[in-house]
């Protein structure tokens, strides 16, 4: 008697999983998983905070928020604390990533022949950037340190006077596009690598036989090599430096001042110490527009890169 | 990496290198001999590069002695055991959904698959500021704000984009025709993604696992603001010791950083060969 309702229901039950089989839906099925835990924890919580960037909503205040339009907006872009933040942030981008540049460019120079140990001695060049800002951040700082640090200590070797870099605002700029430069050197270098290994020998063996001069054959050979990677770099760190937080957070916590204050830290700062929670919010739509159109312009290069490869 | 023999530079060579290589990372070697000094050593000026070694400091770390005497736990080994749960439970789901999807954006195109793509990876790109406002007012209306769960989830989307960036670039690597000859003599799809694909990414899959558990080992921000005494991570412990510069116990955060970096160094060690994808999100595969 109970046959049927079971077989029914197990027919049923195979009838979901063979739609669900089907050859049509086998990527949606796929890739469903990893779309609704993005969903569930980074867009929608994104479209709530971009709601709550229209409202003066507070996070700590019970009030009911009020819509204030694109007030948020106007004011921050109208404020010269917002744009003090983002010359800050600009005056470090530009300062560190051509520190990566030159830096990372000239390790790679040393490291593109093969010889003995190379790979131990690359390892010590690499480790950095597989550091947490945390121990990055802390070595730095003890470094840095006028009483304790070896970089006070060898200042006063000349100078007699213990010496505090972030004691100056042009000073703790400088201390944090060290550490910064410090640490994403050995990423540029890993893609300028890249670029000088794939250079085919029988170019080399050609310029050998023209007799051409080292200068011409770096500029003929091996810089249309690496540009490509090189312009890569350059936008990926632009965009990663755009970001700081960590290590101005544990450096220089902003200062002296605000000296060292970039947006990531200022949005931070307005949305946790100050509670302006849609402010912050505001302010953080400001960086994401700027990342998402570098993101495209490095990722439009990287497909071309791709394209031309194969 | 391969190499040609007109470029081949000798032992003088490695004197050049290793010069500047030990120089660029003195910073890191200064920072593990501190954790071997003394405090008395550890502050001495000029600084001391000869010194008897102590293992103190990293006694320090997971024990203190009480006014009354006693020794006690200092409770780091928590730390150390969160970290390492956190991050393994995260990068293990990150990994299973994430290679999932990215043998689908790789076989299997949706409509607008580079959009999803370019999406995803915009989702690891923001600066974490701009998540973070909004996450953390979701976790304190939910109750996950100072959790496992919380934390995990969090990680798991924070580790997904990569996960799926990575093996997708594995995938897209290799040579198809192995798989269609083995669909024409009848093995299902199922078959061949688990008897043919995924042996075949195993190395990739490895790859990926270890960067991702580094990445997440190191993470700060997110830890900082969403974890509470009971699943706080290492890099919060190290942060929240150094208030300003008098009174910090060089000898013993160094000590603590050490330990800290020990996966770190025998990650980045092993995976050499695979760096430059993992820290390009797997864009640039060589």
């Known amino acids: 008697m109970h046959l049927p309702a079971a077989f029914t229901a197990r027919t049923s039950g195979r009838g979901i999983l063979r739609w669900l089989n089907a050859p049509e839906r086998r990527g949606p099925l796929l890739v469903a998983p990893a779309i609704l835990t993005l969903l569930l924890v980074n867009i929608l919580p994104l479209l709530w905070s971009f709601g709550l960037s229209f409202f003066n909503y507070r996070a700590n205040r019970m009030?009911?928020?009020?819509?204030?339009?694109?007030?948020n907006y106007v004011d921050l872009l109208g404020d010269d604390r917002v744009w003090e933040r983002f010359v800050t942030t600009g005056l470090i981008v530009t300062g560190s990533v051509?520190?990566?540049l030159v830096v990372g460019f000239g390790l790679a120079m040393l490291f593109a022949r093969k010889f003995p140990l190379r790979r131990v001695l690359l390892m010590l060049v690499l480790t950095p950037m597989m550091l947490s800002f945390v121990s990055v951040g802390i070595f730095f700082k003890l470094f840095y340190d006028p009483t304790l640090g070896l970089l006070s200590w060898f200042v006063a070797m000349f100078?007699?006077?213990?010496?505090?870099?972030?004691?100056?605002?042009?000073?703790?700029?400088?201390?944090?596009?060290?550490?910064?430069?410090?640490?994403?050197?050995?990423?540029?270098?890993?893609?300028?690598?890249?670029?000088?290994?794939?250079?085919p020998d029988y170019l080399y063996e050609a310029a050998q036989v023209d007799r051409a001069s080292h200068w011409r054959r770096f500029k003929t050979i091996t810089f249309p090599y690496v540009k490509g990677l090189i312009l890569l770099a350059l936008l990926f760190r632009t965009i990663e430096t755009f970001k700081t937080f960590e290590l101005v957070y544990l450096?220089?916590?902003?200062?002296?001042?605000?000296?060292?204050?970039t947006i990531a830290v200022y949005a931070y700062r307005l949305g946790f110490q100050n509670f302006r929670t849609s402010e912050a919010s505001a302010m953080a739509y400001l960086i994401l527009f700027i990342v998402i159109v570098l993101t495209s312009l490095y990722l439009y290069l990287v497909k071309q890169r791709n394209s031309e490869e194969v | 990496m391969s190499f040609r023999k007109h470029n081949e530079g000798g032992w003088g060579q490695t004197l050049v290198s290793g010069l500047v290589a030990v120089i660029y990372f003195a910073p890191v070697f200064w920072m593990i001999l501190t954790a071997f000094k003394t405090r008395q050593d550890a502050l001495a000026i000029p600084p001391k590069l000869i010194f008897t070694p102590t293992l103190e400091n990293f006694r320090s770390v997971f024990v203190e002695v009480t006014s009354s005497g006693e020794v006690v736990s200092t409770g780091a080994w928590l730390y150390f055991a969160n970290s390492a749960f956190i991050a393994g439970a995260s990068v293990l789901l990150a990994l299973i959904i994430g290679?999932?999807?990215?043998?689908?954006?790789?076989?299997?195109?949706?409509?607008?698959?580079?959009?999803?793509?370019?999406?995803?990876?915009?989702?690891?790109?923001?600066?974490?500021?701009?998540?973070?406002?909004p996450i953390f007012l979701l976790f304190r209306i939910?109750?996950?704000?100072?959790?496992?769960?919380?934390?995990?989830?969090?990680?798991?989307?924070?580790?997904?984009?990569?996960?799926?960036?990575?093996?997708?670039?594995?995938?897209?690597?290799?040579?198809?025709?192995v798989e269609d000859s083995a669909r024409m003599d009848g093995s299902s799809d199922w078959a061949v993604f688990g008897r043919i694909v995924l042996p075949q990414v195993l190395a990739g899959l490895a790859a990926t696992l270890v960067f991702a558990l580094?990445?997440?080992?190191?993470?700060?921000?997110?830890?900082?603001?969403?974890?509470?005494?009971?699943t706080r991570t290492v890099p919060v412990a190290i942060a929240s010791t150094i208030g300003g510069s008098i009174g910090v116990d060089w000898g013993k955060l160094s000590a603590m950083i050490t330990l800290f970096l020990i996966p770190v160094f025998i990650v980045t060690f092993a995976l050499q060969n695979q760096l430059l994808r993992g820290v390009t999100f797997g864009t640039i595969r060589k």
């Open chain 2, 142 to 177: 939910t109750g996950l704000s100072g959790t496992y769960i919380g934390i995990i989830l969090l990680y798991t989307s924070f580790n997904l984009p990569f996960s799926i960036w990575m093996m997708k670039s594995f995938f897209d690597d290799l040579d198809r025709e």
């Open chain 1, 98 to 100: 051509g520190l990566q």
């Open chain 1, 63 to 71: 009030a009911t928020p009020r819509f204030d339009g694109l007030e």
């Open chain 1, 159 to 199: 100078t007699g006077e213990p010496f505090a870099i972030m004691a100056t605002p042009a000073g703790a700029i400088w201390a944090i596009v060290i550490a910064d430069a410090w640490m994403w050197s050995p990423f540029v270098m890993l893609l300028v690598l890249a670029g000088l290994v794939s250079v």
């Open chain 2, 99 to 133: 290679t999932l999807a990215a043998y689908a954006f790789s076989r299997y195109p949706l409509k607008g698959n580079d959009t999803y793509l370019f999406i995803i990876l915009t989702t690891r790109m923001l600066p974490p500021i701009v998540v973070i406002i």
């Open chain 2, 214 to 230: 580094i990445l997440t080992w190191n993470e700060f921000i997110f830890a900082l603001l969403l974890t509470g005494p009971e």
């Open chain 1, 251 to 261: 450096i220089t916590a902003g200062g002296p001042g605000t000296a060292t204050e």
